[in-house]
Every structure is written in C-alpha cells, then in structure tokens.
C-alpha cells in the first residue's frame, strides 16, 4: 500500500507531496461538499491505522522530488490517526521542507490532538458554518462532537500553536452564501485569530448534488467581512504543468474514451492517487472534454 502520493500541484501550498494517513473516508464529518464522496465510516475514534515507519520510509524515499511542503491530509480525518506526532517528529529528523496539515479541526478540542500537531508547520483547519445549525446540515458531524466544542477547539490551537494557520472557510450557495451566515462566520474567525483566511467553494464534483458553489465574485465580496480580510482561493480554473504530475491527463481521458469510468476505476486502472485522478478530471471538466454522470450512488466521468 502506498501513503505517499505526488508531488501533486497546489495553489496554496506549490509542489504537495500528500500522505494519507487514514483508511478511505474515515472521517468525523459527511460534509455535503465533500470530493471524496459520502463518508463510510463516521468516527470519534482515534487508530494506528498506518506502521509510521513505513510511511517514513515513503516519504523520505520521494523527497528527491523535492516537494516545496509535505502535506498530511488525505483521505479522511488525519487528526483520527494516533501516530500524527511520530509523524510529524519522523518527518523533521530527516528534512527540513515544511509539513502543511490539513484538518477539519473538529478533534482540536483534545489536548492530546494539539500536543501531537504542535510541530507542524503549517495548518489548515477548517470553519464551514457559524452556528450549530449549519454545522449540522453542511458538516453532518459526528453526533458526539458539538459546533460549541469545534469552535473551541480552533481558538485553543492559536493558544497553543506556534506555527502558521490558515483557516479555510467553506462556503455553499443555499447555506453559507447568505450574508448574516457570513457575519456570523467571520465572528468566530475573530475569536480563531488565524494568520490567513481563505475563502473556497465547490469546484469539484461534490458528494451532494445539493451542495452548489458560488461564483468568484460573490466570494471576493465576502472577503471584507472577514478580519484579517479573507482571501478567495477556490481553483475555478486549474490548469496544471503536466510534470507536475506522475501521470497525464491524456492517459485519463484516453480511458474515459473506451469506457465510462469512476474515480475507483481510474485510480485503480492507472495506478494513481485518488487527489491526482481529481485534480485532472477537475481540468477535463473545465475544458469541456469529459462530463460527469450521477447515479443514485456512484458518480462516472465520460468523454462528451
Ligand atoms: S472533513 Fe474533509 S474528508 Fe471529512 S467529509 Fe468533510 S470534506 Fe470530506
């Protein structure tokens, strides 16, 4: 099994090396957006999912790339994985590029949690809602982690992190594009204290039909509600270097050609990375070249 995937690019963080430190979708939240599809296995409970010294090896092996950050994120929750902190220590013994962690920060709250981040260099947390209601309906939490306690669990780390934090806010037409939901948004943000905020929406297919993006110029409206003012960093247009790549994305729409495809289909098929298969499917749909089909439980991509 492989932990470790490309670099793959990113606007944010340049040349991402990603490891995935979770079993597929195993994740505190179902959030409506979410890229990945609908959360399997919704938990509090924090594994060793993953031999740390086999994902150490991974990534010291791919560091001749020469990554600008390597990024823990993935395929859930990687705050649920117990050996984060080995990580993170295993990491700096040996490089000194710097380690992004990418959270939905709902396990911030744990003090345990913070201790095993505090090294990082770099954090992304997330905030998708200002009140419970939202956070309910867009996240659809764990039952036992409350919007109060979330909250608290973001201003705690800017008490206890040293490092940089960028908070992501999510926004969704329908949900969170309305402006009081802005406002009480950019209240907790307040209270959070980030370095950065980075405003996003949906401009991957999301796990909800229902979930809807909002276009570039209503986010960069809601930037100034924001303090420090909010930046907008939603990829409407991807296009990315080939090289920045293992695979092409000639390769993924070639097997689109021959046949309708999942995302299981094309990672499998071409043995590539779940983000990497995304981030070409997300250029292909841009351009117009492939679409994508929903049935009741599976999205497929096709050549139009
Ligand atoms: S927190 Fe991230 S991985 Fe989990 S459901 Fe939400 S978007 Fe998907």
Redesign the pocket.
Same mark, same amino acid.
């Given at each position: 099994m492989s932990y470790v995937f490309g670099p793959v690019p990113s606007r944010r963080l340049g040349r991402s090396l990603g490891v995935d430190l979770v079993p597929f979708?195993m994740?505190?939240?179902?959030?409506i957006?979410?890229?990945?599809g609908c959360?399997t296995d919704k938990s509090l409970e924090r594994q060793p999912f993953v031999p740390a010294d086999k994902v150490l090896e991974e990534i010291k092996e791919k560091i001749a790339l020469k990554p600008d950050y390597i990024t823990l994120s993935g +395929?859930?929750?990687p705050t649920l994985y117990t050996g984060i902190g080995d990580i993170i220590e295993g990491i700096r013994a040996f490089t000194d590029i710097p380690i992004a962690l990418i959270t939905?920060g709902?396990l911030l709250w744990k003090k345990e949690v913070r201790q095993a981040i505090a090294n990082a260099h770099l954090i992304i947390p +997330?905030l998708d809602a200002g009140n419970t209601l939202m956070f309910n309906a867009v996240?659809r939490n764990h039952p036992d982690i409350s919007f109060e306690q979330m909250l608290d669990g973001l201003i705690a780390l800017r008490d206890d992190f040293t490092g940089t934090i960028w908070l992501e806010v999510f926004i969704l037409s329908g949900y969170t594009a309305d402006i009081a939901e802005v406002k009480q948004m950019a209240a907790c943000a307040k209270r959070i204290r980030p370095d950065r905020i980075q405003l996003n929406t949906v401009t991957r297919p999301p796990?909800e039909e229902f979930a809807m993006t909002v276009n570039q110029a209503q986010l960069e409206e809601m930037c100034q509600y924001f303090e420090p003012e909010a930046e907008v960093i939603a990829d409407f247009r991807e296009v990315h270097n080939q090289t920045d790549f293992t695979t092409t994305r000639d390769a993924v729409e070639e097997m689109l050609q021959r046949r309708p495809c999942s995302i299981d289909d094309i990672t499998t098929g071409l043995h590539i990375h779940r983000h990497e298969a995304l981030k070409h499917l997300q250029e292909l749909l841009a351009d117009k070249r492939i679409e994508m089909v929903r049935t009741v439980n599976r999205i497929f991509y096709r050549t139009c």
């Open positions: 979708k994740c505190t939240y179902d959030c957006y979410c890229q990945l959360t +395929s859930g929750e939905n709902s +997330s996240n796990a």
